[in-house]
């Protein structure tokens, strides 16, 4: 099983900073099958990046994905306010199990 | 608009059984693999399992293998989710989900959840 680490924990950030966002996986995660998901508090999920570093479908272009291989990140250029959440990386590798990290909680400082 | 929502969540004693449904549309159910995601209170993401569009090929977790059983009903476009000998560590929102696509087991769109509380 792949496992996914995601750094820091907790990023106290202002609106308008910049915003990275680390995933390492515990083994090289294949095709770079790798998506990240924002959470709001009372709200499920919702899809960001798929395969990477491809958007989701209406996701600002302020959010972009990269990485291959162990290392992901997900940066945020500018932050808005709308953008203070919990956000997680996922992996889906050629067959499951599927594994999420434990997230990394974006705060307003 | 694709809509996911999931009913039958409810209070269940250790070693209860219980059965999860989720009724989609706005999309072609028959064409998507389908998964169950749960988050414990306060704690992070957990897949459960997933099942292949015709029902043919299903996966799950270590730690509901043997206990759960995902199944769909393509005719009327819901997933569900059999739950048995229910353990207090399985209290938890379920959320049905969609994936991207296939093979690629993202999640595209989720439902809002079925909370699940196992408790005496």
């Known amino acids: 099983e792949i496992v996914l680490t995601q750094s820091p924990g907790t990023l106290s950030l202002s609106p308008g900073e910049r915003a990275t966002l680390s995933c390492r996986a515990s083994q090289s995660v294949s095709s770079s099958y790798l998506a990240w998901y924002q959470q709001k508090p009372g709200q499920a999920p919702r899809l960001l990046i798929y395969?990477?570093?491809s958007r989701a479908t209406g996701i600002p272009d302020r959010f972009s994905g990269s990485g291959s291989g162990t290392d992901f990140t997900l940066t945020i250029s500018r932050l808005e306010p709308e953008d203070f959440a919990v956000y997680y990386c996922?992996?889906?590798?050629?067959?499951?199990?599927?594994?999420f990290g434990g997230g990394t909680k974006v705060e307003i400082k | 608009e694709v809509q996911l929502v999931e009913s039958g969540g409810v209070v269940v004693q250790p070693g209860g059984s219980l059965r999860l449904s989720c009724a989609a549309s706005g999309f072609t159910f028959d064409d998507y693999t389908m998964h169950w995601v749960r988050q414990a209170p306060g704690k992070g993401l957990e897949w459960v399992s997933l099942i292949s569009w015709d029902g043919g090929s299903t996966y799950y977790a270590d730690s509901v293998k043997g206990r759960f059983t995902i199944s769909r009903d393509n005719s009327k476009n819901s997933l569900y989710l059999q739950m048995n000998s229910l353990r207090t560590e399985d209290t938890a929102l379920y959320y049905c989900?969609?994936?991207?696509?296939?093979?690629?087991?993202?999640?595209?769109?989720w439902g809002q959840g079925t909370l699940v509380t196992v408790s005496s």
């Open positions: 395969g990477a570093s």
């Open positions: 989900a969609k994936s991207g696509g296939d093979p690629v087991y993202y999640f595209d769109y």
């Open positions: 996922q992996q889906y590798g050629s067959s499951p199990p599927i594994t």
